[in-house]
């Protein structure tokens, strides 16, 4: 026997008298009126009850049909997929498949917080950090008073080199960061000894104040911590606030392996218990242990003789005190003697030191947003969100910590900025959620339809070309360069996003018929391995780029 309906509604009882049932009836009416739906979310309500929207203007028929019928196969109805089309310019008509549901965008939120950053703070944005102290070295070279290491935000006081420039070989592109890994540091210890300073007879201050901000974000999960894509966020960054794990396997099973950190740190100490397991043996793993704000990082189990060396990023617990460290460091290696400790400041000093020793200016900003949309740097897409809360004046009726005295204070602010902006850009506060910069809260939520009008926004600005170039290009570079290699090779330009069970790609895609379309492809609730996922949207961006023009098809 089926079921029953939940539509249906029981029939008045046998023997009800009129006046009962036109009672039961008058009851019933009023259960069924709407209810009042607040203006902000009915029109979200109602895009949530049309899961499919097909305009026959976008794609023409034959393409719609084998998407959905992508779409439509089991493995992809288990999870909740979600799929929005627009032209990149002209009409705004689109394909949508759950375009107006919400999902976990992983990395994909990174283009709200860039776009903003680029039109909010410019593409020549900088950030600095400077080494200051509240007088000049004597005549001897004696320093006397504390030496401050003040950050402001900079993202790339690090091993890196800009302009970004994509690296297939992994292993090459990670030794040469372990090489270059004391450089920036190295850089502003220089410049502190053309002051002719030898001695410092106070301590090395890590000034952390220029953003009010807690380190990690809410929703930030305890087991990313150990890693660098959850390094904390902090106004004194080096190195992404990352240290290099590299264990090397040795020439015979049975002897220890060579286990190495960099740059090396006296804040934490390396317990190393690794063998070289035969180059046969399948149960050769490795395990690490680094617990956030322990200074104990634990190395245990086997590496296969003959393996390639393992690269493995590890997050810097404070990173202000790692900044004041590797500055420590760079000194001696000057010949320069630091005789006090190491402080961290939170708050800004009373009086500011007002003598300055170093300064290390970052680069444009554009080219930092290149990198960290290229190959999805967590980091880097939280200070820009920081930055924008730093610099720019939120609008007063989306800023919830003015006036405030918020431990997070600068991030809220940030957030701020970012809602303003994308109401200018056509997205409803209802279209999102947004927790943090990178994507890595498992809070965050954002419609495909958001994501497709921030990109279509993007591409009608003036700086359009430049925002283009700071994603990722399929088969060419960043998060895309093993995916569109042969026939889309150059034509799909589209940002990634990973987290558990959770896959995005939203971009811009080049059609046949000489068309750019604007989509946005998410998935969550999907446990099938990440290249199973990737080959399923591959498909389908295939399709849309393989789409001949409406007008060349028959009606």
Known sequence: MPPPDHRQFPLPLPGA????RALLFFLLAVALLPA??????AASAARHRRPIQLRRALLPLPTRRAILRILRQPAQRDAHWGLYVTAAQGSASAFSYHGHGYFLPASNLKLLTTATALQRLGPRFTASTAIMSRAAPDAQGVLRGNLYLVGHGDFSLSWRSYPHLHSLNRQQQLAARAARARQAMDALARQ??????HLVRGAII?????????RYRPGWEFDDLTWGYGAPVSALTLNDNEMLLHVQPAALPGQPARVTISPACLLYRLS????TAAATDPNAKLRVEHRPGSGLIEVSGAIRAGSPDRWINLAVTHPAAFAAAQLRAALSRQGIVVQGGIRVHHRAPTAAPAFALAEHRSVPLWQDLQLTLKVSQNLHAELALLQLGRVVSPPAALNPAAGSDSPNRTLEQGLAVVRGFLQDAGIAPDEYHMEDGSGLSPVDLVQPAALAQLLRYMAAQPDAPLWKSLLPVGGVDGTLSHRFTLALRGQVIAKTGYLTHVAALSGYVHTRSGRWLVFSLLVNNDPRPGAQVRDVMDKIVALLAGAPSP?????
């Open 17 to 20: 008298t009129p006046l009962s």
């Open 36 to 41: 009042a739906t607040p203006p902000a979310f």
């Open 192 to 197: 502190v000894a053309a002051h002719g300073v």
């Open 206 to 214: 890590a000034d952390a104040s220029y953003f009010q901000t807690r």
């Open 272 to 275: 190393a218990k690794v063998t």
């Open 551 to 555: 007008s060349h098809q028959r009606p």
